[in-house]
C-alpha cells in the first residue's frame, strides 16, 4: 500500500478553517429556523406560516448541503473539488468554491 501523500501545510489550514465556516454557518442556520418562528409569531396572519414555511425550507436545504460537504470531505478529500463544483451555485459564498472556479 502506497503512503498517503500529506497535504502542504496551507491547503491544510484552509480546510480546516473552511470545515469551521460550514459549522458555523449549519448553527446560525438552526438559529435562523428558530428565530423564524418568533418572528412568524410576531407578523401574525396571513402570512405567518408561509413565511416560517418557506425560511424553514431554505435553511434545511442550505444546511443539508453543507453538511453534505462536510462529510464528503472529511471520507473522500480528493472527491470535495468535485462536488464543490456540483454545488457552486448553492454556495457561493464559501471559500473552496471561489477558489475552484
Excluded: K, N
Excluded at 435562523?32 to 434545511?60: D, E, H, N
Aim: with cysteine; aromatic share 8%; glycine share 4%.
Amino acid at each position: 500500500m502506497p503512503a498517503l501523500r500529506r497535504p502542504p501545510q496551507a491547503e491544510r489550514s484552509a480546510r480546516a478553517l473552511w470545515r469551521v465556516h460550514q459549522a458555523v454557518l449549519v448553527t446560525l442556520l438552526s438559529v435562523l429556523a428558530i428565530g423564524s418562528w418568533w418572528l412568524a409569531a410576531w407578523v401574525g396572519q396571513p402570512v405567518r406560516y408561509t413565511l416560517f414555511a418557506a425560511v424553514l425550507a431554505l435553511a434545511v436545504a442550505d444546511g443539508t448541503m453543507r453538511v453534505h460537504l462536510l462529510f464528503v470531505e472529511s471520507q473522500t478529500p480528493a472527491a470535495i473539488v468535485r462536488q464543490l463544483a456540483r454545488t457552486a451555485c448553492g454556495s457561493r459564498g464559501s471559500t473552496w468554491s471561489s477558489r475552484s472556479s
